[in-house]
Structure formats: structure tokens, C-alpha cells
């Protein structure tokens, strides 16, 4: 029986339901972290569908992951919203796709590349670029931003200075000629690509208006998940499926825009009542998720003027106070970090219900290290989408094989469902045991490990109901799970990434390395991007529930310069941790005082430095340069030796701004070097004696000709 729609709306507080009975568009949901969101939107569908105002085949929701998209589906159809279309924009685009596309063209549907690296390669060659693989994944993903953010081949070196776009040691102009040398690539081989999914089916949409009046026909109510993280391309298609319509209802959250660098443009979001005058406008602010304690310190992190935020609620009874810790260095963080998680299983929190996470994956193997030193089961969480694991493929057809030989043959052997499924993953790599070490092997145990806890939690569920498991309950399961990109959580603490982290929540978080250089990243110099590192550190503070550890460390292995705790930390830092001079991060913003870690006066000029790649470099990019180009240029034919025979990318060696950085600082003895921007420990200790060498033969050269 379908429910009642006061049923419907019973359980939702008061801006909930303000979301749910606000059947007409335009409406805007701002909905803080926690606080309900997807409850707010599958419940206005359900309402709109019970009451008769919309016909569910008329609803399509859209959202950025299949995950999501999957949950949305699922909860649905537990609310009797059966038929709305809840997809990917990528997927509901293909589907029109590959309906229309055979009416108007004539032709089937070209392909889609499954990888797209191959071409851009083919494209750099003809260039005569030479990429390594990490300049080729550069390459693809500003491919990727430009085709989201509609700039064209030709378009791309204007639009990319306009927006500080870069690639690493390849010019705009040259970026531009491999963009446009991968789409005739792509041509001449009949392929589209991810992003032509949603160009061609605007493309078709525009051009055609028969195809534009049935789509707007069959979709009257569109429902935008995630509104924030919306590209330009995304918004152009909505306006297309849209057409004069204002049946929209767009969701999402300004302080968790963190993929800018993608193209998300969250301005869509926050200029949507600017854009509809007569737009409904509902914030949700009371957060279900975290304690006060987590809540309060979210809020204070936010709370710097210009942040976009809102102020949220916590709804949860108090929980402890978040904790900050400093560390000498990062093995000694990460051994602090193993040591939380030891005590919080201890105290009663599951390994699966804990969260480490950090910004970027380079900070992951001290901590991996730490974890298996104690024996914690942990898995890493990477971007690659689970089901699409190689091991995991193998997994399901291997389990829908031998359940259907089993339920042809009979249980012979005797063994229960779970004993049967663990000889199924033995045989593919699984032991009981988690592998030393951290790599491919253990990246395999883990997504095997992952499978058998699904396994484990349907056995204890059908033991409590009083029945039986079989190898067709867990292949259906799994099969379930897939559909709707439900990630498995095995029993072990997850490492993250914050970026792969967003959407998820956990009992017990620790963010790890939160520091300056880290916590804004280096590479972030602009307000816009200094703004977006902070909502990328309000998004992990904001997965825990009840649990909140923050740290960092004074250096990475114990030597060089000291590092600062970030500076987004101001408002939490207990006194005792703040520095002298007026805030956790007031020096490093500033870098004064003594033991600062780049220059702050121009080393020709004399004036002051006005950002960090100056401070870094030690002069103005505009003022005469303090070093010799010879010796310059005798580093570099170094490093480019080093490189090749190591067979390593010469930036592993020295960056070009290092190179600069120790001719300009012409240092004579292994002191000297430490105190070079860049250099630590173990490069010093690693290529010291050849750099000195170097320089000493540079300084020869300079007396001979002089």
C-alpha cells in the first residue's frame, strides 16, 4: 500500500519539510553538512508523487556519482516513488544519447573511449612533446577542464591564463595544440569521450528541436543533486533539458565546493535566486551528524570573513572535545595517529567506523607504516571506482559461475556459504593474514577483504533471522551492491584522501598533516584557491560524527626548517599551541621571524617580497637575477645526468625553481645547503656532495673567464 502523504512529511523537522511540501520551482536548498539533505529531496519527490502532483516517469534527479544516484533510487522506491529516474548526469545524458542520436544522425552511436591517455600521448608525439606519465595525467585532466568549462582548442590559451591553468613545464599554447590534436585524433578513430557525452547530447538537444520538445515533454520536474559542484557544460545542459520551464529544484552546500579544479562552479549555486527572483529558498542548518564539539569547531573554521557558510545546529548530545596534536615529524605523527586508533578500538569503535585522512596521497605511506607496525587492519580509499577493480570483476563472475554450478550439482562437500566463498577468494589472492606493506598486492587484499564483510554481515543477519545463507544470496547481494555502487566497509580503518573522503562519515576521524604548506597546499596562492583549501578542511572535520584528532608535525623527518600549524586553525588552536607572534599561522602568512622558512627580502632590491613563489626564489621575478647562468646551466646538464641514470623524470632530481634557488644561494659546505628552500635531509644527504662539486666547478669557470 502506498504511504499517506502526511505519513510522508511526519518524521522531517520544520526546514525538511518546508523542502518537501515546496512542490513548485524554482527552489534552492542550501543544506549544510549533516543536515539531511537527501532525506529533504527524496521526500519532496515521494510527497509530489502521493499527491498527485507529479508523475513519477516525469521526475528526473540528477547527481554527480553513481553511489549517489544509487542511494537516491533506493530510497525512493522505500518511499514509494516508483518509476523517477535518478542518474549521473553522465548517465541520464547517455541514455538520451543513445536513443536520439540513431533518429538524427542516422548513424550509431560512436563508441566511448575507455581511456584516454593513449591519444593525448599520440597527440604530444606528433608535437614532438615528450610527456612522462605524470605530465600525461596533467595533460588529460586540463583536457578534461576545458571541455566542462566549454573552451575550445583554440580558445584555451587565453581562457587558461585567465583562470592561472598550468601545466607543468608545458605552455598554454603547446596544451592548446595537444587539446586540438586529441579531438582529430578522436575523430579519426569514430570516438567520443566522458566529457562528449554531455556536448553531443547539447549539441543534439539545441539543434534539434524535436528532440529538445520531447525531452522537456518527458522530464517536467528536474531535481539537481550537488548543485555546488555543477560545471559550466552541466548547467548549459540543464538549461537545454529545462527550456522556459522553471520546474527546478537545485541542492547543495557553497562551504563544500572542493573540485573547482575540475571546473565545479559553485556560483551557479549561490546566484540561483539572483537568476530566479521568485525562487523558494530553504536552508537547512540542523546537523544530525556531528557532536557539538565537531560542529563548533567546523563553524569556527569557517567563520573568517568571506567564507561562504552556514552557521550549522548540532542536534547530537556532546561528545569529547577535539583533540590537536603536534609532532616532531611526520614518522612520529604518524605513530601518534596508529596509537588514537589502538585507543578508540579499545574504548568500543569498530576499525571500520575510523577515518584517517590527509590531502594529498604522498602523506600516506608513514601512516601505513605505523598501522601495520601494530597490526591495525586499514584499507586505502582511492579515487578508482570499486566495482571496476579487476579483482573485484573477477570476484563476481567467478561467484555467479559457482553458485550456479553449485545450485545444478548439490552442495557436495559440506562446507557453509562463508567457508565456500573464502576458498572462492583464496583462490584469487585473499588470505587470512593482510600482506606486509602497502602496493598492488595490498590494494587487491584489501578490495577481497571488502567483498568477504559483506559476506560476514549477511551471515550474522540470516543467523539472527533464523535461516541459512547461500552463494546466490551473496552473488545477489553483491550484484545489489554494484547496481548502486554501494562501496563495501570492511572491517579495517580507512585512508583517504579529503577529496575521496567527501560524501562519507565516520564515528572517529583524525586529519593528519594539517599544516602550512599542506593545509592550504603550496600550490595554492590565490584567495580563490587559499578559500577552497579551507572548505576542503571544513569537509573532513565535518565526516566525523563524534571523534575529532587533528594534527601535524614541526618537520618531516626531523630536520630543516619548522613548519606551522595551519593557518585555518586560528580559531580552534588552544592557546598553548598557538605561536607567540599572534596565531598558528600569522609567520608563515607573513614569514617573519627567526627560523622563517622562505625569504621575505628581495636579495637584490632589498625590498619586501610579495608572494611565496618570490619568497621562494628570494628576489623579485622582475628584478636582475643574482646567480650565474653558467653555473645554471651546469646544474641542469647534472640533474639531467642524475635523472637518466636513476630513469626518473628530472623534477624528481631538483625542480627548476630548487635549481635556481641553490645557484642564487651559491652555498659552499653541506650547511649552507640545509639552509636552501627545498632541500631536506635526504636530498642533502642523497646529492649534496655532487651539487657542491658542481658549484665549486661553476665558481672555477666564473674566475677563468673573468
Known amino acids: 500500500m502506498p504511504p499517506q502523504p502526511e505519513d510522508l512529511l511526519a518524521g522531517l523537522d520544520p526546514e525538511q519539510r518546508e523542502v518537501a511540501t515546496a512542490l513548485r520551482g524554482p527552489v534552492a536548498v542550501i543544506a549544510g553538512a549533516g543536515t539531511g539533505k537527501t532525506r529533504a529531496i527524496t521526500h519532496r519527490i515521494a510527497y509530489g508523487v502521493a499527491t498527485g502532483v507529479y508523475r513519477p516517469t516525469s521526475v528526473l534527479a540528477v547527481t554527480f556519482t553513481t553511489r549517489a544516484a544509487g542511494e537516491l533510487r533506493g530510497r525512493l522506491q522505500q518511499l514509494g516513488a516508483h518509476g523517477v529516474q535518478a542518474r549521473t548526469f553522465h548517465s541520464a545524458a547517455l541514455r538520451q544519447l543513445q536513443y536520439f542520436w540513431p533518429r538524427v544522425q542516422g548513424t550509431e552511436l560512436p563508441r566511448v573511449l575507455d581511456n584516454r ?133 537545485v541542492v547543495g552546500d557553497p562551504a563544500q565546493t572542493i573540485h573547482s579544479f575540475a571546473g565545479a562552479q559553485p556560483t551557479f549555486l549561490t546566484g540561483f535566486a539572483r537568476r530566479f527572483p521568485d525562487a523558494t529558498v530553504v536552508r537547512l542548518v540542523r546537523d544530525y551528524r556531528s557532536t557539538p564539539q565537531v560542529v563548533g569547531a567546523a563553524n569556527a573554521v569557517m567563520s573568517v570573513a568571506g567564507a561562504s557558510s552556514l552557521k550549522l545546529v548540532a ?55 605505523a598501522l601495520a607496525d601494530r597490526k591495525i587492519p586499514y584499507l586505502v580509499r582511492s579515487g578508482e571506482r570499486f566495482y571496476e577493480r579487476p579483482e573485484v570483476r573477477q570476484t563476481l563472475v567467478t561467484l555467479r559461475t559457482q553458485q ?160 606551522k600549524p595551519s593557518r585555518f586553525l586560528d580559531p580552534v588552536l588552544p592557546a598553548s599551541m598557538k605561536t607567540s607572534s599572534g596565531g598558528a599561522a600569522s609567520t608563515a602568512r607573513r614569514g617573519q621571524g627567526r627560523g622563517a622558512v622562505l625569504s621575505v627580502h628581495c636579495r637584490s632590491c632589498g625590498r619586501g617580497l610579495n608572494d611565496a613563489a618570490e619568497r621562494k626564489l628570494g628576489r623579485h621575478a622582475d628584478c636582475p637575477a643574482t646567480f650565474d647562468e653558467a653555473t645554471l646551466e651546469l646544474l641542469r646538464e647534472w640533474r639531467r645526468q642524475e635523472a637518466a641514470s636513476a630513469s626518473l623524470p628530472a623534477y624528481c632530481v631538483f625542480t627548476d625553481a630548487t635549481l635556481v634557488a641553490i645557484a642564487e644561494a651559491r652555498p659552499r659546505t653541506g650547511t649552507d645547503l640545509y639552509k636552501v628552500q627545498g632541500l631536506g635531509k635526504v636530498k642533502v644527504d642523497k646529492y649534496g656532495e655532487q651539487v657542491l662539486a658542481v658549484m665549486a666547478a661553476g665558481e672555477e669557470r666564473a674566475r677563468a673567464v673573468s
Open 404 to 563: 550456479r554450478a553449485r545450485a545444478e550439482q548439490g552442495d557436495v562437500d559440506g562446507a557453509s556459504t562463508l567457508d565456500q566463498f573464502k576458498a572462492l577468494l583464496g583462490a584469487l589472492g585473499w588470505t587470512e593474514r593482510p600482506p606486509e606493506g602497502a602496493g598492488a598486492v595490498r590494494e587487491r587484499w584489501e578490495s577481497l577483504a571488502a567483498l568477504l564483510s559483506v559476506a560476514e554481515d549477511l551471515e550474522a543477519e540470516r543467523k539472527a533471522a533464523g535461516t541459512s545463507l547461500t552463494l546466490a544470496d551473496v552473488s545477489a547481494e553483491l550484484d545489489r551492491r554494484a547496481e548502486a555502487q554501494h562501496v563495501p566497509a570492511a572491517q579495517g580503518v580507512t585512508v583517504s584522501t579529503l577529496h575521496s573522503a567527501k560524501g562519507l562519515e565516520w564515528e572517529a576521524v583524525a586529519l593528519l598533516g594539517v599544516h602550512e604548506g599542506s593545509l592550504p597546499f603550496v600550490l595554492a596562492t590565490t584567495p580563490e584557491e587559499v578559500a577552497e583549501e579551507r572548505r576542503l578542511l571544513y569537509v573532513g572535520m565535518t565526516r566525523a560524527e563524534r571523534v575529532l584528532r587533528v594534527s601535524w608535525s614541526r618537520t618531516r623527518n626531523g630536520g630543516g626548517n619548522a613548519r
Open 117 to 249: 591517455m593513449s591519444l593525448v600521448a599520440e597527440a604530444a608525439g606528433r608535437l614532438r612533446v615528450r610527456v612522462d606519465t605524470p605530465r600525461l595525467r596533467d595533460l588529460v585532466s586540463e583536457i578534461g577542464w576545458a571541455k566542462v568549462s566549454n573552451v575550445s582548442p583554440e580558445t584555451y590559451p587565453q581562457l587558461a591564463a585567465q583562470h592561472h591553468r598550468e601545466v607543468s613545464t608545458i605552455d598554454a599554447e603547446t596544451v592548446g595544440r595537444i587539446f586540438l590534436g586529441y579531438e582529430e585524433a578522436k575523430r579519426d578513430r569514430g570516438r567520443i569521450d566522458f566529457e562528449d557525452i554531455l556536448l553531443c547530447t547539447a549539441a543534439m538537444i539545441s539543434d534539434h528541436p524535436e528532440v529538445a520538445d520531447q525531452v522537456r515533454r518527458t522530464y517536467r520536474h528536474l531535481v539537481v543533486d550537488e548543485y555546488q559542484d555543477v560545471s559550466p557544460l552541466q548547467e548549459a545542459l540543464l538549461t537545454l533539458w529545462r527550456g522556459d520551464s522553471s520546474e527546478i529544484c
Open 315 to 369: 542536534q547530537r548530545p556532546d561528545g569529547p572535545q577535539v583533540a590537536f596534536s603536534e609532532a616532531s615529524d611526520e614518522a612520529s605523527e604518524a605513530a601518534g595517529v596508529a596509537d588514537w586508533v589502538e585507543a578508540q578500538h579499545g574504548a568500543g569503535v569498530d576499525y571500520r567506523d575510523m577515518a584517517v585522512l590527509f590531502r594529498i596521497n604522498a602523506q600516506s605511506p608513514p601512516l601505513e607504516q
